[in-house]
């Protein structure tokens, strides 16, 4: 049995073969917890295919396949969604651990803190729009026009449309993220946010129109936190200016 790829140390010098040895060795890790992880998830994908379809209403949750192998095909490709999430964690410490020798040994905390940062946001988002967003949006989605059209849910459709509002919804989340990335660069300042703020609030409406969503009640929904997010975001930068040195204390 093979080890796991040893973590180079910073300034640690090694050859491109060496470094091409390390990512094979990282990739093959990536891809044997992905496979894991999708095994494990198929084998709860029952459980897993009844927790994406309580949003619909009681009477539309048996969706309909319209192929011989699509109940099969679309169990697998959700047990591979599901296997993603999983395994993100490992994903994301294998990347880092490649790229990590390239940064000060200093740099590794606030890396790790803004990943668990963009974690808990991500989970906010993923709660967000399995609880609110999802269920309002079905709602509304499947009593459109009912006098005039019979809903017949393709499951294949269904779940795409799941996947893509829920990754809508926890890339909007990340918002804090990256306007806190922004100000730390220097691109953006706290002051300039605040002056800025019905500009700010603006932008956050014109991206919100573009994100993944189908209907007004979808987009609305997605609209409110993404507000609510961006004037957090204003005071989060406020904070992090403050806890920065003044440039007379950066110099000494």
Known sequence: MSRLPRRLGHGEEATLAEHLDELRGRLFVIIGAVAVATIVAFAFHTRLLDWLNRPL????????ATGVAEPFTVS???SLYAGLVLSSPVILWQLWSFFAPAF??????????LAAFAVALGAAGLSFGYFVLLPRAIHWLTNYDDTHFAHLIK??????????????????????????????????SSRTLRKNRRIGYFIVAVIAL??????????????LPMWALFEGSIWL?????????A???AVL
């Open 247 to 249: 440039p007379s204390e």
């Open 104 to 113: 000060e040994p200093s740099a590794e905390r606030k890396v790790l803190g």
């Open 210 to 223: 573009a994100l993944p969503g189908p209907d007004p009640v979808t987009t609305f929904l997605e609209l």
């Open 155 to 188: 499951a294949s459709s269904y779940y795409s449309f799941v996947a893509t509002v829920l990754l809508g919804i926890v890339v909007v989340f990340q918002l804090p993220l990256v306007i806190l990335g922004l100000v730390s660069l220097g691109v953006l």
């Open 237 to 245: 930068a406020v904070l992090f200016e403050r806890r920065q040195p």
């Open 57 to 64: 209403p009681p009477g539309h949750r048996h969706l309909l």
């Open 76 to 78: 697998i490709t959700v």
